[in-house]
């Protein structure tokens, strides 16, 4: 995710003078024509759009990501993330009485296991269907049979790079719930504490 705030070498409370300003000045050495990089510029451009509208800024601001900012991962994982927050919301447990992001995290990482344990199931089955179109013997006219293996093993090796993706956007989302906590009630704390004892 690009910080359009650091791009620009902005503090988060420039005014929209500052931004212009800065803007101009990185542009003139940034752009294609003064000797910069087509991405460098693009992304100085992509900063200066998001920090010039207002609404962009702020949801910017509040959740620290922008769709147009953001990679394809980032936003895999805020999909996956928003996904497990609205179960978090819909969990009819009183708050403070059970760690919701140890749940997410939970979450997480069943899904990652899933993930990898269905890739293994996949390239077994595309090892086994390159096997049988390794044994067919071809017809000299038509190869349908031929055909319709490599097809299916083309579409397996898709099923594979999709499951990879995912694996992706859950180690992101895994990264963007670093650094955060949940606290407890003490009655929550000292039940398991209690039953543990017994």
């Not at 003139?28 to 010039?52: C, I, V, W």
């Not at 997410?104 to 993930?115: E, G, H, I, N, P």
């Not at 595309?126 to 299916?152: N, W």
């Amino acid at each position: 995710m690009i910080d359009p705030y650091q791009l620009l070498g902005l503090e988060r409370d420039a005014d929209e003078a500052a931004i212009k300003a800065a803007y101009r000045k990185l542009a003139k050495t940034a752009h294609p024509d003064a000797g910069g990089e087509l991405d460098a510029f693009a992304r100085l451009n992509a900063s200066y759009e998001l920090l010039k509208d207002p609404v962009r800024r702020k949801v910017y601001d509040d959740t620290g990501y922008d769709p147009q900012l953001a990679d394809a991962t980032d936003l895999k994982g805020l999909m996956m993330l928003e996904t497990l927050v609205n179960e978090m919301i819909l969990d009819e447990r009183e708050p403070g009485s059970f760690d919701p992001v140890a749940g997410l995290r939970r979450k997480l990482t069943d899904d990652q296991l899933k993930a990898r344990f269905h890739i293994l199931e996949l390239e077994r089955h595309r090892t086994r269907v390159r096997q049988h179109a390794d044994r067919i013997g071809r017809r000299p006219e038509a190869d349908v049979l031929g055909s319709m293996l490599r097809a299916r093993a083309q579409s397996i090796t898709e099923a594979i790079k999709a499951a990879e993706t995912q694996i992706a956007a859950i180690e992101r989302a895994y990264v963007m719930l670093e650094g955060y906590s949940y606290e407890l009630d003490k009655a929550a704390i000292a039940k398991p504490d209690a039953e543990a004892a017994e």
